[in-house]
């Protein structure tokens, strides 16, 4: 069945460090492909998206490119901040709206 | 201004009685979902429901019930018969529920549910 993989948590990294959480799927036919946050006590708001082999998702410095070839969504940012301390998490939705979220990677930047 | 409530933000409920969960939406989407979310684990599908009077088990729905009634309110209820309530229970909607739909889901802000 559809799924995702995402690396564990979590990372801590100091202020305008690089940041990199990988993401891999596996999915019949041509899913589209979510990053969401969670800032603590909240739920979930949508960061980027792709649709399409290729694409490319960016919000508020965040990258992901949709790489059929190695399954993967990794999420990058060049400089990260305080207020990115947050749960992320990569999804898949494949044909039937359905979702696939994986397990979350909590990011900690410390100044 | 659109978007999705739950009510109440925390719930406490003793061993034994049902609790209902509130989950509203004013986005005019076909489609609702609720989630289950423990630390470490990520988010679970209870029930979804892609139209008005109509909805579908997830992979964790035992001791759980839904109605859908109308299009903007997908209320939860989690029973006695579930034997580990305490978690972060969210709710989401999407555009359309039907098939080839690309959308996006729209979350609410949570109800955090403690059995004492």
Same mark, same amino acid.
């Given at each position: 069945?559809?799924?995702? *993989?995402?690396?564990?948590? %979590?990372? /801590?990294?100091?202020?305008? #460090? +690089?940041? /990199?959480?990988?993401? /891999?799927?596996? #999915? *019949?036919? $041509? %899913?589209?492909? +979510?990053? $969401?946050?969670? $800032? %603590?006590?909240?739920?979930? !708001?949508?960061?980027?998206?792709? *649709?399409?082999?290729?694409?490319?998702?960016?919000?508020?410095?965040?990258? #992901? *490119?949709?790489?059929?070839? /190695?399954? &993967? +969504?990794?999420?990058?940012?060049?400089?990260? !901040?305080? &207020?990115?301390? #947050?749960?992320? +998490?990569?999804a898949l939705m494949n044909t039937g709206n359905q979702f696939y979220f994986g397990t979350g990677t909590s990011l900690t930047v410390i100044p | 201004d659109g978007g999705i409530t739950q009510?109440?933000?925390?719930?406490?409920?003793?061993?034994?009685?049902?609790?209902?969960?509130?989950?509203?939406?004013?986005?005019?989407?076909?489609?609702?979902?609720?989630y289950r979310q423990d630390p470490g684990q990520g988010l679970r599908l209870i029930y979804y429901s892609q139209i008005v009077n109509d909805f579908q088990k997830g992979d964790i729905a035992e001791g759980y019930s839904v109605s859908r009634e109308k299009k903007e309110s997908f209320p939860l209820t989690v029973t006695s018969a579930q034997k580990n309530p305490t978690a972060f229970y969210l709710c989401a909607s999407s555009i359309e529920g039907g098939l080839s739909s690309y959308n996006e889901q729209f979350f609410g802000p949570g109800t955090r549910l403690t059995v004492l």
């Open positions: 069945g559809d799924s995702v *993989t995402q690396m564990e948590g %979590p990372v /801590t990294l100091s202020e305008e #460090a +690089f940041l /990199t959480i990988n993401c /891999t799927y596996t #999915a *019949t036919g $041509y %899913p589209s492909l +979510f990053w $969401y946050v969670q $800032y %603590p006590g909240e739920g979930l !708001q949508l960061l980027l998206k792709a *649709t399409k082999a290729d694409d490319k998702g960016s919000n508020k410095g965040f990258e #992901a *490119t949709y790489r059929k070839e /190695t399954t &993967s +969504f990794h999420l990058e940012k060049g400089s990260v !901040q305080v &207020s990115d301390s #947050a749960v992320y +998490f990569c | 009510s109440p933000k925390y719930l406490f409920r003793k061993e034994g009685q049902n609790v209902t969960l509130s989950c509203e939406q004013n986005l005019n989407h076909d489609a609702m979902y609720w």
